[in-house]
């Protein structure tokens, strides 16, 4: 039904950006809720940020305000982050998931998740 693959992923030193992007098949995308989750080794995994189905509401984890930006476009099929500042901390594995329930922060909300892309931050 849904197929997602991220995209973007990289090593940046600290300071820097990097746009990630997740690609999705399906032709009820517009309909969907979408969130980009993170897991660092030996860590749970955590909702970075969400979009509503029709991109008007969103939702950012308290680290990444006012460094990422989520967004989507549903012509496209695809929803972005684009993280700014980034810090070492921010080291981790992200998948873009999707659901079409509510959506939101908690990662059991959503049934369709990518495989993942490595973003390593340098000191």
């Known amino acids: 039904q849904v197929q997602l693959v991220e995209s973007g992923g990289g090593l940046v030193q600290a300071g820097g950006s990097l746009r990630l992007s997740c690609a999705a098949s399906g032709r009820t995308f517009s309909s969907s809720s979408l969130g980009w989750f993170r897991q660092v080794l030996g860590k749970d995994r955590e909702c970075v940020a969400a979009?509503?189905?029709?991109?008007?509401?969103?939702y950012y984890a308290d680290s990444v305000k006012g460094r990422f930006t989520i967004s989507r476009d549903n012509a496209k099929n695809t929803v972005s982050l684009q993280m700014n500042s980034l810090k070492p901390e921010d080291t981790a594995v992200y998948y873009c998931a999707a659901t079409f329930a509510r959506g939101g922060s908690r990662e059991e909300v959503y049934n369709y998740w990518g495989q993942g892309t490595q973003v390593t931050v340098s000191s």
């Open positions: 979009i509503s189905w029709g991109g008007g509401g969103t």
